[in-house]
């Protein structure tokens, strides 16, 4: 007999606008997993969570891997984040006050265009960044565009990143990861990721790896997403010590 699929609970439906500025309650050192295929607006839903977030005294650093990006440099634009090679900028080598600060990095090494160079210069920059966020703590927020790239595939640092996913939720630094790969993310995405959206994704491999997230039955994830349309997200909030498992559809 073919399986029947899984009861839904009730999933309430909120907008983009809605959810952002009312359900939407991120604390310090929480990791939030964004996993979507190409061209479902990862990164647009994540500069939309993170803009409310960034501010001088907890600042998003955005680790920029490809050599011309306009929608991070437009964001980075309108938030008033500052662009920089090297880590760490001058604010934080000199001035402690909050008014010389911007609330935001675009992490952004020059490019060659040579991999030999370039993969390297990355590495080193981005662990730098990782590790020092973890020392610094206290609300700063590290944005990972495509954290498959940035851990496996191409720069090696799995590694790095498991650990920063493992401790800095107790040191209050916190990593937005986003992946259009979610079968090549990280196993600590998945577990160690208080805040999950999840949108559409046919790829057998991304579906299985849904077990990894705990907490929820990785077939209703499956159900629901099926039924999403296009820049919608299933949002799941692992249980906390102040509320049980939250589940909604967050709106295009």
């Given at each position: 007999?073919?399986?029947?699929p899984p009861v839904l609970p009730?999933?309430?439906?909120?907008?983009?606008?809605?959810?952002?500025?009312?359900?939407?309650?991120?604390?310090?050192?929480?990791?939030?997993?964004?996993?979507?295929?190409?061209?479902?607006?990862?990164?647009?839903?994540?500069?939309?969570?993170?803009?409310?977030?960034?501010?001088?005294?907890?600042?998003?650093?955005?680790?920029?891997?490809?050599?011309?990006?306009?929608?991070?440099?437009?964001?980075?634009?309108?938030?008033?984040?500052?662009?920089?090679?090297?880590?760490?900028?001058?604010?934080?080598r000199t001035a402690k006050m909050?008014?010389?600060?911007?609330?935001?990095?675009?992490?952004?090494?020059?490019?060659?265009?040579?991999?030999?160079?370039?993969?390297?210069?990355?590495?080193?920059?981005?662990?730098?960044?990782?590790?020092?966020?973890?020392?610094?703590g206290k609300g700063i927020k590290?944005?990972?565009?495509?954290?498959?790239?940035?851990?496996?595939?191409?720069?090696?640092?799995?590694?790095?990143?498991?650990?920063?996913?493992?401790?800095?939720?107790?040191?209050?630094?916190?990593?937005?990861?986003?992946?259009?790969?979610?079968?090549?993310?990280?196993?600590?995405?998945?577990?160690?990721?208080?805040?999950?959206?999840?949108?559409?994704?046919?790829?057998?491999?991304?579906?299985?790896?849904?077990?990894?997230?705990?907490?929820?039955?990785?077939?209703?994830?499956?159900?629901?997403?099926?039924?999403?349309?296009?820049?919608?997200?299933?949002?799941?909030?692992?249980?906390?010590?102040?509320?049980?498992?939250?589940?909604?559809?967050?709106?295009?």
């Amino acid at each position: 007999m073919p399986r029947r699929p899984p009861v839904l609970p009730k999933v309430q439906h909120f907008t983009r606008e809605e959810f952002i500025a009312y359900r939407f309650d991120h604390r310090w050192g929480e990791h939030v997993a964004i996993l979507g295929p190409t061209g479902w607006g990862k990164t647009t839903l994540a500069q939309q969570l993170l803009a409310p977030l960034s501010t001088p005294d907890e600042p998003t650093v955005c680790l920029v891997m490809k050599a011309r990006d306009a929608t991070v440099q437009r964001f980075g634009k309108e938030q008033g984040f500052r662009r920089i090679a090297t880590w760490p900028p001058p604010v934080y080598r000199t001035a402690k006050m909050s008014s010389a600060r911007p609330p935001g990095f675009l992490l952004w090494p020059k490019h060659t265009f040579n991999p030999d160079v370039d993969e390297p210069k990355m590495h080193a920059t981005f662990r730098a960044a990782m590790t020092d966020a973890m020392k610094r703590g206290k609300g700063i927020k590290l944005f990972a565009d495509e954290v498959a790239d940035l851990g496996r595939r191409t720069l090696k640092l799995e590694r790095v990143i498991d650990n920063f996913m493992s401790q800095a939720r107790s040191l209050d630094a916190s990593m937005f990861a986003a992946t259009q790969r979610p079968f090549n993310a990280p196993a600590s995405i998945y577990g160690q990721s208080t805040h999950l959206f999840i949108g559409r994704d046919s790829d057998r491999r991304s579906q299985q790896r849904y077990e990894e997230i705990g907490d929820c039955d990785p077939e209703l994830i499956t159900h629901v997403t099926q039924g999403l349309h296009k820049y919608e997200w299933f949002y799941m909030r692992k249980p906390t010590d102040r509320s049980d498992t939250v589940m909604c559809i967050v709106g295009a």
